[in-house]
Every structure is written in structure tokens, then in C-alpha cells.
């Protein structure tokens, strides 16, 4: 039996922290609401390309940066992350099938139950201040997903990642 070689780890890691780097990058007062969800949607790539690689470890680890970085309560995107790529495992199969038009609304869907998880976690600590915009970042990360998707794609392809 011939072994599968692994390559391209160090492109899914910078993929990760170029992720985290647009989610702490400073914006104007009027587009921070409109921040996409940066790390999930790499998140939700790895996980349907290289499902035996990226998985719910790397999503509670990616949550947990995401947590470090932006001050809030240790694990809350550890758990809406993990979530993410939870689903995105159990349903990759089908979502890699789809156009890429199809796989924006699945985005939209796994995003919007991160936020849920965020907002129910913010809640039960008593800081549940959020008005109709905490769920446009669900909107922008659905409508840049082609972009995304394309863009780790040929990454992926260029670097020969498996």
C-alpha cells in the first residue's frame, strides 16, 4: 500500500492567519458591521477540500485564536467554529457538488449557526446587545464565497496541496 503523502500544510496555515488578519483589520464605523466572516469561510473550504486534514480540531483551534485576538470570552468562537466545521464535514459530500452559487447559500446557513451560537453564548453572560445588524457579516460572507472559493481553489492548485 502506497502512503499518501501530505503537502501544503504551511498554505493552510497562512491561509488561516491571512483569516485572522482581515478579521482584526481596523474598517470605517459604517462597514465594521459588514465584516465577513473571514475565518469560517476558510474554515468551511478546508473542510470540503481536504476533509481527512481540516476538521472540528482545527476549527475549536482557529475559534479559539479568533477569541485571543478580539477579547472576547475564551471558547465562544471556539464552539460556533467547531460547529461549523462539523457540519461542513457531514455535508461536503453533497456541497462540493453544487455550483458555487448553491454552495453561498450552504455558507449563509453554516455562518448564520455560528452566530447563533455567539449571540446565545453573549446572552447567558448578560452582554446580549445586538440589533438586526449583528447578522449582516452572515449576508457579506454569502455574497463573497465565489471569490473565496476561487481564490483557495487556485491556491490550493498552484501549491499542490493534498
Not at 15 to 39: G, K, N, Y
Not at 58 to 68: E, F, N, P, T, Y
Not at 81 to 107: C, D, E, G, N
Not at 123 to 130: F, M, R, T
Request: proline content about 4%.
Amino acid at each position: 500500500m502506497i502512503g499518501h503523502h501530505r503537502r501544503g500544510g504551511w498554505i493552510i496555515m497562512l491561509t488561516f492567519i491571512a483569516a485572522l488578519m482581515l478579521t482584526i483589520l481596523p474598517l470605517p464605523d459604517w462597514a465594521i458591521m459588514l465584516r465577513p466572516e473571514w475565518v469560517a469561510m476558510v474554515l468551511i473550504y478546508w473542510c470540503m477540500a481536504l476533509p481527512g486534514r481540516v476538521g472540528v480540531g482545527v476549527g475549536w483551534l482557529s475559534g479559539l485564536l479568533l477569541d485571543v485576538l478580539g477579547g472576547t470570552v475564551l471558547g465562544q468562537h471556539a464552539l460556533g467554529l467547531a460547529l461549523v466545521a462539523f457540519l461542513t464535514l457531514k455535508l461536503y459530500q453533497r456541497i462540493r457538488v453544487f455550483p458555487v452559487w448553491q454552495q453561498s447559500l450552504s455558507v449563509f446557513a453554516f455562518i448564520l449557526a455560528n452566530q447563533i451560537i455567539v449571540i446565545w453564548i453573549m446572552g447567558i453572560i448578560g452582554n446580549s446587545q445586538y440589533d438586526w445588524s449583528y447578522w449582516l457579516p452572515s449576508i457579506t460572507s454569502m455574497l463573497l464565497w465565489p471569490w473565496v472559493f476561487i481564490f483557495l481553489r487556485n491556491t490550493r492548485r498552484r501549491f499542490k496541496v493534498s
